[in-house]
C-alpha cells in the first residue's frame, strides 16, 4: 500500500475556490447587551459582533440603532452572555428594535419597535452593582461595562461609512452561576461547564465537549492581564 510521506508538502486543494459571501459570521459568541433608553428604561439587544481583549470588550453596533445611541449618551451597558439553552428567549429579540420610529434600513428587513425587550423574550431584569443598566437574571454570565472609546467603522468605503460603530468597553464587574466556577478557584471559569449560545451565519448553535488539550492553555491566566 502505498503511503504518503508526512513530511512531504500538502497537494494544492482544487476544491478551494474564490467566493463573495455577503457576510463572514464564522461563529461568535451572542450576546445579549442591556442598555438604558431615554426615559430611563431598560433596553436589551441581541448581537455577536464581539470580542475580548483583557479586560476590553470591543462592540461591533449599527451606529443607527437605539442600542448605539444609548450607548453613546451614557456609556454604560451589560454584557449578557446567554448558554446555549436560552435561544429560544434570544431569538424572541430577533428582528425587534426600541427605535421609534424604526430605522428605514431596518423596516427592509423586516424589523419592528419594541419596547419591553425584557418582556418580549420573557427574561428577568437583576440590578447591576457598578452601571445602570440591568442585568438578564437567566444569563449565566453577567459583565458590567464602561465605554471608554467610540471608534467608526468602514470610514474609507462610501457605501458603509456612517453605518457601524466599534465601542470599545471597559468591563468593570463580572458576575458567574456558581456551576461556571472552576472548582478550588476563586476567579476562574470553567471551560469544560461553559456552553455559550454561538451565532454562525444565521444560525444558532452550541459549543461541543473540548476536542483536545491546548498549549496556550499551560499559561496561567494572570499573565494576561
Not at 500500500?1 to 512531504?8: N, P, R, Y
Not at 476544491?15 to 457576510?23: G, M, Q, S, Y
Amino acid at each position: 500500500m502505498h503511503e504518503t510521506s508526512l513530511s512531504a508538502p500538502p497537494a494544492q486543494d482544487a476544491a478551494h475556490r474564490p467566493i463573495d459571501p455577503a457576510i463572514l459570521y464564522f461563529g461568535t459568541p451572542v450576546v445579549l447587551l442591556s442598555t438604558r433608553n431615554e426615559d430611563g428604561t431598560p433596553n436589551l439587544a441581541p448581537f455577536s459582533s464581539v470580542f475580548w481583549l483583557g479586560r476590553r470588550a470591543v462592540l461591533g453596533i449599527g451606529a443607527r440603532s437605539a442600542t448605539a445611541r444609548n450607548l453613546l449618551r451614557t456609556g454604560e451597558c451589560v454584557l449578557n452572555l446567554p448558554s446555549d439553552d436560552l435561544a429560544s428567549a434570544v431569538d424572541r429579540l430577533a428582528l425587534t428594535t426600541a427605535a421609534d420610529p424604526v430605522p428605514p434600513t431596518k423596516a427592509r428587513r423586516g424589523y419592528r419597535h419594541v419596547r419591553d425587550k425584557f418582556g418580549r423574550a420573557g427574561l428577568g431584569a437583576t440590578p447591576s452593582e457598578t452601571v445602570a443598566p440591568p442585568r438578564v437574571t437567566e444569563c449565566p454570565v453577567h459583565m458590567e461595562a464602561v465605554v471608554r472609546a467610540a471608534h467608526p467603522v468602514a470610514e474609507d468605503d462610501p457605501a458603509a461609512r456612517g453605518g457601524v460603530i466599534a465601542f470599545e468597553a471597559e468591563v468593570t464587574r463580572v458576575h458567574v452561576t456558581d456551576a461556571l466556577r472552576l472548582p478550588g478557584t476563586a476567579d476562574r471559569i470553567d471551560p469544560d461547564a461553559w456552553r455559550p449560545l454561538i451565532m454562525s451565519f444565521q444560525q444558532f448553535y452550541g459549543l461541543g465537549p473540548r476536542l483536545r488539550p491546548s498549549a496556550l492553555a499551560t499559561i496561567d491566566e494572570e499573565l494576561y492581564l
